[in-house]
């Protein structure tokens, strides 16, 4: 299969991620020819989506990694002529550390499951977005009808099979993560083992005191594991945010589906409630006094045209946001609406950017309903597959568990011209693209990365109990002392195709100090408490609780200056990992500045043609889609079959 | 080029559009004509319903084809089995529901469906109700909408709680709804209907408590949003007040009977009667307005017999039944009395508090005190001030006098495009207070000097006074309504804005009259002075009229009865 691939192409990309996709999309649509390569076997890198056993063989492949000899070079030394140099590529990605697993759900293994390994199946299958389309979903697209007749068909093609080299299949890892660690003084188990050492225990089930909760064991978390779809980073869309234009202009919105962010939510004085943030909020609050509500409105209002008024922040520009807030007769508990749900600031941020930022909530309100923000259905992992879908159908040419030895660089002109694959084939190009984790230590050796602290948690409640448990809540706790940072926690309910029905899937996410359960741990304590099989005092039970946390830490390779990499070709660019932001924007920015630098006469990702404009040869009578005889495609199998 | 589309150019793209609007054109005009054809052969069959639903599909507002449908649909009534009208039936809900999708706003097709479901034996109303429901989730405030929903409402018929339930609903995601809230104002009358006779649309104290509750919800949450201060000005205001008969009086003098309305009405044949009983006996007389003219007025009077009034018996009785109103009054006029009356105070009514309820005054207080605390975020919200006006003199006009006047200045200030309807409001309220500090100290002389008038209201209240001061105002006109000042001796208006003079006709006491600094130009604006049999003195100085040339013997001419006319 592999050495059916083309050796001419205009543009390499390698590595899958957001930025890259936005990238492939726009130089497929502007006429390049494309290759995107990913040498893991899913889409996105660290911007992937996975169901629940997925993320368990996620988790066991960076296990892995680190046991991972190095290769010797010799291989492909071989094929780098005189006049050339190669700039190594890295053979293991290291941008996720300090992985820990918690699992406090039941272990009862008696209905058996086996557990399967995502990671290797590949019956992959892109659905159409029009083949399920719930009514209350906020759809971006308006047209329904496919832009070609062979649409449907197309990632199907050719997926690469799995080869010895790159494989993989993980064997025997259980040992090594089957130990039990203590935290704290409880015990938690990690939770990759077929553990049958709880086999036998009861389920306690005639607890009638007690309010009934849904019990979920961690047998049927396994066994529901396709209806989960765990994102790697946890991000949302800004209503009138970049990526959410860029989906609409360049009609890739038609791939995807998207929910309405349902409730803002604020933890004050040890309690979680809902912001009003809207007009529709403000006006149905129960908690604001009507004073209150004047005086939110007011500012609210204000901070949507601030510009034209600067006499009302002109003389507090030197003061902190916080500061600034207290100027403005807002309660105590406004404040901290404003300060840490709508502006989403640290308390140190500047007048003017806490004004910005409020500005920017408040601009996306309403546009798709009452929060600014939009959730891509099934994960975000999404969003990167729906910009190679649009490359794909472009003439982009798709390879998963594809590795690239090295860039081959010309020494006279001290351009890059070509890759070499992990099969020793030399592919030819004019423009490369690099996700920054490709990029091997010495490219890197003068940069300091950031990190950032993640945490993945599924739980049986929501945080804030409403009439409707479908509820989408995204909730920013401030830092406890100075110095450390706020956490961003997002929760998914069941209706986003994140989690099985009675749970609810929690990212949080925070830029790191420490290793992420040391930053994390904290606020996951005060909002949560782990699962027992005793129910113990009542206070406790109205809290959610936790049946299996995951944490790690993400590489943060977002604002790194291109000079800062060694010795990297002019022709060679750079995407970076995901940032710690909310929004898509930082990837956004980046793939349309690279583009315009590569390209700088094209449009970036204009709309397509309509289907009728486009004029076929005239033998032809068959409509025949650009493309699609030679696309390699391949795509994570894990939420395929849910969404069908 | 490999994965390169062709696509057509723009001009190409612009001629394939303008060949198929054209051609899109050809086909729509060729269906109409062809049904207007049909029609008028009477050719009323299924291929009309088939040829109007091409050209609705596309264009639902076209009225004459809705009524083509519904010719046909009535033929075939006749002439189909009950199976194929349902069938009928069926497909034309369908349609009807894709022009609504077309054009969610088009009376042609709300109508079409109102008549329709209107004939059918066992119309499906819950599903009419669905329909409601969706097209409001999509757009609120459908007016459209709402109109057919209170139709199929009223038809099911749907519990008012459900539909009070539903606009609940509707408000939570948007308050900025007119028709929502208008729906409330009607069915929380029917939710909550008053035993005693109180006027129609009050509500039970808790009830509007709540209302009013949810209402300041909107306006602190946006005060510039009129439907929410609509709404509340609904919850705090009364009905109109009932008919009565305000005032009677009757002159010895002048022969004369003067009656004055709640409301303006036209006495006479074939409209309202009012029978005059003169002790006991009934009188037939001719009613007439004041001012001469036939067009609902508030005050009506009528010339008396002199038998009526003869001064032999100790005292005559006087008895207007007024009908329609089903209202009367009795006066009487004692031997010796040149006049007697009978009157409804407007202190004892109040009279002037209408505009906002008779309401616990505990409620409109504690109303007061949030809208001045919204006040004092928003000084600059009309809304709000008009309301603060209102609910002040809803409690207390006197009282509240000098602080209204000073919310009517910021309010001026702050809406300088409606400054003439607030001065004209002022005025009025004004006037109110004028009336009610005269009547407290049982006089009949009404001072309204130096208050910035700018229009003169209520006049069928001062149908007793003898002296009227209006001086130092902006009045432009002494308004017809004036002529119903049937006891008025003398009237001062110095120093006004002065240019006509109807109202100043048939006063039958009017002796003297004051008019300097004005601006009346021509002698001839005088004339109505010349009904005025008593008129005596004339004071005229700083008018334009007294530079002309010849302007006294001109005047003299005209008001030959006057004694004194200074120029």
Not at chain 1, 83 to 107: G, N, P
Not at chain 2, 103 to 130: D, F, I, M, Q, V
Not at chain 2, 488 to 516: F, H, K, M, W, Y
Request: glycine residues 4%; hydrophobic residues 35%; proline residues 5%.
């Amino acid at each position: 299969m592999a050495d059916s691939l083309p050796t001419e192409f205009d543009v390499v990309i390698i590595g899958t991620g957001l930025p890259e996709s936005i990238l492939a999309a726009a130089c497929s649509r502007s006429g390049q020819r494309v290759l995107h390569l990913d040498s893991r076997s899913y889409y996105g890198g660290n911007w992937a989506s996975f169901s629940f056993s997925g993320l368990l063989s996620w988790l066991k492949e960076y296990q892995q990694n680190s046991d991972i000899v190095e290769e010797s070079t010799a291989s492909w030394q071989g094929l780098i002529h005189e006049t050339e140099e190669a700039i190594t590529l890295r053979k293991k990605d290291e941008s996720i550390q300090h992985t820990e697993v918690f699992c406090y759900a039941s272990q009862d293994m008696d209905d058996n499951i086996e557990e399967t390994d995502a990671l290797q199946k590949n019956t992959s299958s892109v659905t159409s977005s029009t083949t399920t389309k719930p009514l209350d979903s906020a759809c971006l697209s308006e047209e329904t009808h496919s832009l070609y007749a062979t649409d449907h068909e197309l990632p199907a093609k050719g997926t690469p099979k799995s080869d010895g080299e790159i494989s993989l299949e993980v064997t025997d890892v259980e040992d090594t993560l089957a130990k039990e660690k203590y935290c704290g003084d409880k015990t938690c188990i990690h939770t990759v083992s077929d553990g049958d050492k709880d086999e036998n225990k009861p389920i306690e089930e005639d607890n009638t005191d007690q309010p009934k909760r849904n019990k979920i064991t961690y047998s049927q978390i396994v066994k529901e594991s396709r209806r989960f779809n765990i994102d790697l980073v946890s991000k949302l869309l800004y209503s009138q945010g970049l990526l959410i234009d860029l989906l609409i202009k360049s009609n890739v919105s038609r791939y995807a589906e998207f929910k309405n962010v349902t409730r803002i939510l604020a933890f004050r004085e040890g309690k979680v409630e809902q912001v009003p943030c809207s007009r529709a909020d403000v006006f149905n609050s129960k908690e604001l006094t009507m004073v209150e509500k004047r005086i939110l409105m007011k500012f609210l209002t204000f901070c949507l045209d601030y510009e034209q008024h600067p006499d009302q922040y002109q003389a507090f520009v030197q003061c902190s946001f916080s500061e600034y807030l207290q100027t403005k007769k807002l309660t105590p508990n406004l404040q901290h609406f404003v300060l840490h749900s709508i502006a989403m600031t640290e308390s140190s941020c500047s007048t003017i950017d806490g004004l910005k930022a409020t500005k920017n909530f408040l601009r996306c309100l309403g546009r798709f309903g009452n929060t600014p923000f939009l959730f891509p259905l099934y994960g975000q992992g999404e969003i990167p597959q729906c910009f190679c879908r649009m490359c794909a159908v472009f003439g982009g040419i798709y390879c998963l568990r594809h590795k690239v030895q090295c860039l081959v660089v010309d020494k006279e002109s001290g351009r890059c011209k070509a890759i070499i694959d992990h099969l020793g084939q030399r592919i030819n190009a004019k423009y490369f693209i690099v996700e920054d984790s490709y990029l091997s230590e010495e490219t890197c050796s003068n940069i300091q990365y950031k990190q950032i602290s993640r945490a993945v948690l599924i739980t049986d409640q929501s945080i804030l109990k409403a009439d409707s448990d479908q509820q989408i809540s995204i909730l920013v706790v401030p830092p406890v002392e100075s110095g450390t940072c706020a956490v961003r926690v997002t929760e998914l309910c069941s209706s986003t195709m994140t989690c099985m029905k009675d749970t609810y899937l929690v990212h949080l996410t925070c830029s790191s100090s420490k290793t992420a359960r040391e930053d994390l741990e904290l606020v996951v304590k005060k909002l949560f408490t782990p699962f027992t099989e005793t129910e113990i005092d009542k206070e406790e039970l109205t809290k959610p609780r936790l049946l299996w946390a995951l944490y790690f830490n993400m590489r943060d390779s977002s604002g790194i200056s291109r000079s800062s990499y060694n010795g990297l070709p002019s022709n060679v660019y750079v995407c970076s990992g995901p940032d710690c932001g909310l929004g898509n924007e930082h990837a956004v920015k980046q793939a349309e500045t690279l583009f315009q630098e590569i390209f700088p006469n094209e449009e970036f990702c204009p709309p397509p043609p309509n289907p009728e404009d486009i004029i076929f040869d005239g033998d032809d009578k068959q409509p025949e889609a650009p493309g699609t005889n030679n696309i390699i495609m391949a795509k994570l199998d894990s939420s395929d079959e849910v969404k069908t | 080029m490999h994965g390169r589309l062709k696509v057509k150019t723009s001009e190409e793209q612009a001629e394939a559009k303008r060949l198929e609007r054209e051609q899109k054109l050809k086909l729509y005009q060729s269906a109409t004509q062809t049904v207007f054809q049909k029609r008028q052969a009477g050719e009323l069959d299924e291929s009309v319903l088939e040829l109007t639903s091409q050209i609705l599909g596309a264009n639902p507002d076209f009225a004459t084809l809705w009524n083509c449908r519904r010719e046909v649909l009535q033929q075939l009534e006749a002439q189909k089995s009950p199976e194929e009208l349902a069938a009928l039936v069926k497909t034309e809900l369908g349609f009807l529901e894709s022009c609504l999708r077309v054009n969610p706003k088009s009376y042609g097709t709300w109508h079409h469906r109102c008549w329709l479901l209107g004939r059918l034996p066992e119309p499906n109303w819950a599903r009419e109700l669905e329909l409601c429901a969706r097209f409001l989730e999509v757009d609120e405030r459908n007016f459209h909408c709402w109109d057919y929903r209170r139709f199929v409402a009223a038809q099911a018929p749907v519990p008012p709680a459900e539909e009070l339930a539903f606009t609940d609903s509707l408000i939570t995601r948007n308050f900025s709804n007119y028709s929502s809230w208008h729906y409330r104002s009607c069915l929380l009358p029917q939710l909550h209907p008053q035993p005693d006779s109180g006027p129609q649309g009050r509500l039970p104290e808790d009830v509007l408590l709540k209302e009013l509750e949810l209402v300041q919800n909107a306006f602190f949450t946006d005060p510039n949003d009129q439907s929410a201060w609509f709404y509340h000005r609904w919850l705090l205001g009364r009905a109109d007040p009932q008919d009565a008969l305000r005032c009677l009086h009757v002159s010895r003098d002048e022969a004369c009977l003067t009656v004055s309305f709640s409301r303006p009405v036209l006495v006479g044949s074939g409209t309202e009667t009012l029978l005059l009983i003169v002790d006991k006996s009934p009188l037939a007389v001719e009613w007439r307005t004041p001012d001469g003219r036939t067009r609902p007025s508030h005050v009506w009077l009528c010339d008396l017999p002199a038998a009526s009034l003869n001064d032999q018996l100790p005292q005559h009785t006087f008895r207007v039944i007024w009908t329609a109103g089903d209202a009367q009054k009795e006066c009487v006029l004692l031997k010796g009395r040149q006049e007697g009356w009978c009157r409804d105070s407007a202190t004892d009514e109040q009279l002037f508090r209408c505009e906002l309820s008779v309401e616990k005054s505990t409620v409109l207080q504690s109303e007061l005190e949030s809208c001045k605390e919204l006040q004092e975020l928003e000084p600059e919200n009309k809304w709000c001030l008009l309301t603060i006006i209102l609910l002040m003199r809803a409690l207390d006009p006197l009282l509240y006098e000098k602080e209204t006047l000073q919310y009517f200045q910021t309010l001026k200030a702050v809406d300088p495009m409606r400054a003439a309807y607030l001065d004209d409001l002022r005025s009025k309220f004004l006037l109110e207070n004028s009336v009610l500090k005269m009547e407290y100290a049982e006089v009949r002389v009404l001072h309204l000097g130096h208050k910035d008038l700018t229009v003169l209201c209520h006049l069928e209240q001062l149908l007793l006074v003898t002296h009227l001061d209006l001086s130092h105002n902006r009045l432009r006109a002494l308004p017809p309504a004036l002529a119903a000042l049937r006891c008025l001796e003398v009237l001062q208006a110095n120093d006004n804005a002065i240019e006509s003079l109807d109202g100043v006709t048939s006063l039958p006491r009017l002796q003297e009259l004051s008019l300097c600094n004005n601006r009346l130009r021509q002698s001839t604006l005088l004339q109505p002075l010349a009904s005025c049999p008593r008129l005596a003195l004339l004071h005229l100085q700083g008018n334009p009229l007294c530079q002309a040339v010849g302007t006294s013997e001109h005047l003299a001419e005209l008001l030959p009865s006057v004694n004194s006319i200074l120029t």
